[in-house]
C-alpha cells in the first residue's frame, strides 16, 4: 500500500515523497504477543514470589491465603501461555508467511547469515545506515527463536511436570509430563532449573524491549506500532 505526503520546498514548489506501508502482522498474531507478554510478567513475579516466599503473617491459614492466590495467578498464566503457544503454532501453518519467521530460521541461506552479520554491526554501532526488513531482521529472528520459542517450550515443559507433582499419579499432567522429573533426576533439579529459566527469560524481555524502543527511534521502518496496528511503515524511499 503506498502513501503520499506532500513537502513544501523552499522554493515554495511542492514535491510528493511515497512511503510503502506493508501489512505484516495479523490480528491474532498481535493478540498472542500482548497476552504473552502479560504472561510472562504475571509468571516472572509470582514465580519470584514462589522461590521467595512473603513472610508469615499472623492469624490462622484460612485467613491468609495470599501465596494460595499468588500460586494460583502463577498456575493461571502457565496455562495461558502453553494454550497461547499452541495457538501461535497453529498461526504459523494458517496466517501469512511472516507468521512462520518465529520458527522457520533459514541458517541454511549463505546470504541470511551476511546479513545477520550485518545486523550484530549495527546493533553494535558498527553500522551507520540500517537495512530495511518487513518481517524480523535475521538477527531478531534468531534471538526470537533461540530465547523466546526454546525458552518457553523449556518453561512449559518443566512448569507443568512440577505442577503434576501437586495433581497426583494419573493427572493428565502427570501423564504428559511425568518423564521430565525422572529425566532431571529429581523435583529439587526440575525447581532449579525452573528457576533458572526464569531468568533467562527475564533477560530476554529486558533486551528486547530495549532493542525494540532502539529500533523505533533509529532504524528505518516502525517497530511497536507495528505489533500495535500491524502495519510496518518505512521512514524513507531509499533502496535498501
Known amino acids: 500500500m503506498a502513501l503520499e505526503k506532500s513537502l513544501e520546498t523552499g522554493d515554495g514548489q511542492e514535491k510528493v515523497r511515497k512511503?510503502?506501508?506493508?501489512?505484516?502482522?495479523?490480528?491474532?498474531?498481535?493478540?498472542?504477543?500482548?497476552?504473552?507478554a502479560l504472561s510472562i510478567v504475571v509468571l516472572g513475579v509470582t514465580g519470584y514470589l514462589i522461590g521467595a516466599p512473603l513472610p508469615a503473617m499472623p492469624g490462622e491459614a484460612m485467613d491468609n491465603y495470599l501465596m494460595g492466590y499468588i500460586r494460583f495467578a502463577h498456575f493461571a498464566a502457565g496455562y495461558v501461555l502453553a494454550i497461547?503457544?499452541?495457538?501461535?503454532?497453529?498461526?504459523?501453518?494458517?496466517?501469512?508467511?511472516?507468521?512462520?519467521?518465529?520458527?522457520?530460521?533459514?541458517?541454511?541461506?549463505?546470504?541470511?547469515?551476511?546479513?545477520?552479520?550485518?545486523?550484530?554491526?549495527?546493533?553494535?554501532?558498527?553500522?551507520?545506515?540500517?537495512?530495511?526488513?518487513i518481517g524480523h531482521n535475521p538477527l531478531g529472528q534468531l534471538a526470537m527463536f533461540c530465547f523466546f520459542v526454546v525458552g518457553a517450550l523449556f518453561m512449559s515443559v518443566t512448569g507443568f511436570a512440577l505442577y503434576a507433582e501437586g495433581l497426583g499419579q494419573g493427572s493428565w499432567a502427570d501423564r504428559l509430563f511425568g518423564w521430565v522429573i525422572p529425566l532431571f533426576g529429581q523435583s529439587q533439579d526440575v525447581h532449579t532449573w525452573h528457576h533458572l529459566g526464569v531468568w533467562y527469560l527475564?533477560?530476554?524481555?529486558?533486551?528486547?524491549?530495549?532493542?525494540?524502543?532502539?529500533?523505533?527511534?533509529?532504524?528505518?521502518?516502525?517497530?511497536?506500532?507495528?505489533?500495535?496496528?500491524?502495519?510496518?511503515?518505512?521512514?524513507?524511499?531509499r533502496p535498501d
Open 19 to 36: 512511503q510503502t506501508a506493508v501489512y505484516v502482522y495479523e490480528a491474532p498474531l498481535r493478540l498472542w504477543h500482548w497476552v504473552t
Open 84 to 133: 497461547g503457544f499452541v495457538g501461535r503454532v497453529y498461526w504459523a501453518f494458517v496466517g501469512n508467511h511472516h507468521a512462520r519467521e518465529l520458527f522457520l530460521v533459514p541458517v541454511h541461506r549463505k546470504a541470511w547469515w551476511g546479513e545477520l552479520w550485518h545486523e550484530i554491526r549495527w546493533y553494535l554501532f558498527l553500522e551507520k545506515i540500517p537495512k530495511k526488513y
Open 202 to 237: 527475564v533477560v530476554f524481555v529486558m533486551v528486547h524491549v530495549y532493542l525494540a524502543v532502539r529500533e523505533d527511534i533509529v532504524s528505518r521502518q516502525s517497530l511497536i506500532s507495528t505489533m500495535v496496528g500491524g502495519w510496518r511503515m518505512f521512514k524513507d524511499d
